[in-house]
């Protein structure tokens, strides 16, 4: 189907964004603040610096680093200290691709340093022939850029790449870098402008196995 694969980690490999959810709430709570979950889907997939940003934007006297911090520590606490669970059919994926000697890299907002733990504790990281990291880009996602970097380390085409991801905010950047883009969603739905992308939007990490073998 396509001459590599690459992959979003939190919500498509790693059942991590439940995690980040409660975090985020419970970091509400603890500043007073309402939770929206409008302004909080709009939030997923993205760095913490475009985070950062979007909510000094919408939250009213939004109280910028200790809420950052504090949010960060809670779900470092719970998703980088320790294992969380893979995403059904994610092994028998990677399995399948390094059998037939497909070239594969992550392309995530998280930090390298965290995103090599996180993997690392999945038991996941030989899988991968490089990582492109959210400190590792100008530009966050929505912005192809992590996605042409992760190509460009791959040395393949991305036009010859398919992208895997969960979040709106990753579709876009992938289907931006023009990708082959098949959405996994995880927490949130897709929203209709995501919909109307030239994109395949499915259940299940076994069905991208499936689609990719046929």
């Given at each position: 189907m396509r001459d590599a694969v690459i992959f979003d980690m939190d919500g498509l490999l790693l059942d991590t964004e439940r995690i980040s959810l409660a975090a985020f709430k419970q970091t509400c709570d603890a500043f007073d603040l309402p939770f929206d979950p409008a302004l909080y889907n709009t939030l997923v997939g993205c760095n913490m610096v475009h985070i950062e940003g979007l909510l000094n934007q919408n939250v009213e006297a939004f109280p910028g680093t200790p809420f950052m911090d504090m949010w960060?520590?809670?779900?470092?606490?719970?998703?980088?200290?320790?294992?969380?669970p893979l995403k059904e059919g994610v092994v028998d994926f990677l399995t399948f691709l390094e059998a037939e000697n497909i070239p594969r890299a992550v392309a995530t907002s998280t930090g390298y340093k965290k995103a090599v733990r996180k993997l690392s504790n999945a038991g996941i990281l030989d899988f991968f022939h490089h990582l492109s990291t959210g400190d590792q880009v100008a530009n966050s996602k929505p912005h192809p850029e992590i996605y042409l970097q992760a190509a460009a380390k791959l040395n393949?085409?991305?036009?010859?790449?398919?992208?895997?991801?969960?979040?709106?905010?990753?579709?876009?950047?992938?289907?931006?870098a023009n990708m082959l883009v098949f959405q996994i969603p995880d927490l949130v739905d897709p929203s209709p402008s995501v919909r109307m992308l030239d994109h395949r939007i499915i259940p299940s990490m076994k069905v991208a196995h499936a689609l990719f073998k046929a």
């Open positions: 960060q520590q809670i779900y470092h606490d719970e998703a980088v200290l320790k294992p969380v393949i085409r991305p036009e010859n790449c398919l992208a895997l991801e969960d979040s709106d905010n990753g579709v876009r950047a992938a289907h931006g």
